[in-house]
């Protein structure tokens, strides 16, 4: 029995409200531990296989985060006592982050054969979908693009270019561009270009292709 009281001690019984919560980055969210048991109750908050950030303010049963980061996401811990027990609840947050794309390409120069790949890694919580398009035109026919990568079967002049990865998810929008320039392209091999026996005996001419990341942009 408690003392002063004719009620038996308690110990203390935790929950959180909400249990699994979302924000967006930069954004702030807050969950609330609530408990019962004979007083006082302690509460104390921990991140599960992780450490609090300094953006975390915490006071009694209620955590704020903000503002809130990719980083955040994971599954903090409520964790109550009092002198006849302990209880602990869990919450899990989600931060989603903006979408991120990094270009891979080819350096420069460098002499193709035959498919020119240009990858565009979109990054981000949720996964950004990401799209190319050609600055100042259209991106011709026959030119693949499948999971984030434009694959370029047969480079041609008019390939030449400014293209534009697109990366976007709910959190917003954002681009990165590589230029593409096609030199000493020849059909006739007699000219003195650069060409290349393949098996079979078919001649192949390289146009030379040099790329420059000119960086992301928002």
Sequence with gaps: VAEGSTHPAAPPYATIVPED??????????????????????????????????????????????????????????????????????????????????????????????????????????????TWSKVGGRIRPGVLIRAGTLTIEQVERADAGQYRCTATNAVGTVQSHVILHVQGEHRDAQLGTHAVSLPGGDAFVCPQLLLKSLGSQR
């Design 21 to 130: 919560t979302a924000v967006q980055a930069g954004g702030t969210l807050q969950v609330q531990c609530l408990a019962h048991g004979t007083p006082p109750l302690h509460y104390t908050w921990d991140k599960v296989n992780g450490s609090l950030s300094t953006r975390v303010a915490h006071r009694a049963g209620l955590l704020r985060l903000g503002p809130a980061a990719p980083a955040d996401t994971g599954t903090y811990r409520c964790l109550v006592t009092n002198r006849i027990g302990t209880a602990e609840a869990f919450a899990r947050v989600a931060v989603h982050g903006e979408p991120s794309p990094g270009l891979g390409a080819i350096g420069a120069p460098h002499w193709v054969l035959a498919a020119l790949p240009l990858e565009c890694l979109g990054l981000g919580e949720p996964r950004p979908h990401v």
